[in-house]
């Protein structure tokens, strides 16, 4: 039997519908009819009837303030249930090989629980002096990379620092002043990475990335461990690098609208 093209079977207005819902997903959080029938090329009888679908299913939501659309909670929830079945450890794991084969450092990536991060999963060096790292195991926040990749979370949430209390001292580089760490978690913000110099166990240097959703929201940390004596200032850049295009890959796979052309 001999099949035609899928395109032959596409329903031309669940096509419309998603041009749509497409509009909102890059710099456009609320947008009126006429700007969207004017995104689209669709008639605004048209736009206005498909959001009123929409609306009347949970999956877009009108501002009482400023009558604009937006997203509506339906697809938060559809966004939860793909990561939740089919697992953010799997997702990442091709980049996860990927940063760990470029790099030939421990690559892992931690998820955070309350203010802890986590590792979910772990790609060990290949080198036999290697930092080890393993599932399960949570790291400081104000002391590793990943962790100030948690605290850069928070901050972009709520401009500031979660009540931290005394910060320990692990080594003499560890960070103690609450001050300087939070230079530190706002400069994330331009750079993209965090940064650790022995600061949580003498002779580890870490590199971490955040990873966003389809939210933009940070819900992930990727990263590497690179033992000190492996680590100098002439390959800091190239390893900042892979970590960072890892961070944006995988946030790009998981549904955050944007990949800046450098990383894709």
């Not at 909670?73 to 079945?85: D, E, P, R």
């Not at 697992?87 to 084969?101: D, F, K, Q, Y």
């Not at 009540?163 to 978690?185: A, C, H, M, Q």
Request: charged share 25%; glycine share 6%.
């Amino acid at each position: 039997m001999k099949y035609k093209d899928k395109k032959e079977y596409k329903i031309n207005v669940l096509a419309d519908t998603i041009k749509i819902m497409e509009q909102f997903l890059y710099d456009n959080p609320e947008l009126g009819i006429t700007e969207l029938s004017e995104k689209t090329g669709l008639h605004k009888n048209k736009v206005f009837r498909i959001l009123a679908t929409l609306e009347s299913y949970g999956y877009i939501e009108q501002n009482p303030e400023t009558q604009l659309y937006r997203l509506g909670i339906k697809v938060l929830q559809l966004g939860q249930s793909y990561l939740q079945k089919s697992g953010l450890a799997v997702i990442s794991e091709p980049l996860l090989t990927e940063l760990n084969e470029e790099t030939g450092e421990t690559s892992l990536l931690v998820v955070f629980s309350g203010m802890d991060p986590v590792c979910i999963s772990v790609k060990d060096s290949p080198h036999k002096l290697k930092v080890a790292a393993s599932p399960g195991e949570r790291y400081p926040l104000h002391a590793t990379a990943l962790g100030k990749i948690l605290l850069y979370s928070y901050y972009d949430q709520h401009n500031g620092l979660p009540p931290l209390g005394e910060l320990k001292k692990y080594t003499d580089n560890t960070i103690t002043n609450k001050s300087r760490l939070l230079e530190e978690v706002k400069a994330i913000e331009n750079t993209s990475y965090a940064f650790e110099n022995e600061e949580w166990q003498d002779g580890v240097i870490g590199i971490a990335s955040p990873v966003r959703d389809f939210t933009s929201r940070i819900i992930a940390g990727i990263g590497i461990f690179v033992p000190v004596t492996r680590f100098n200032e002439t390959i800091k850049e190239k390893l900042i690098e892979k970590v960072i295009r890892k961070g944006w890959q995988l946030s790009f796979k998981i549904g955050y609208p944007y990949l800046p052309p450098e990383y894709s």
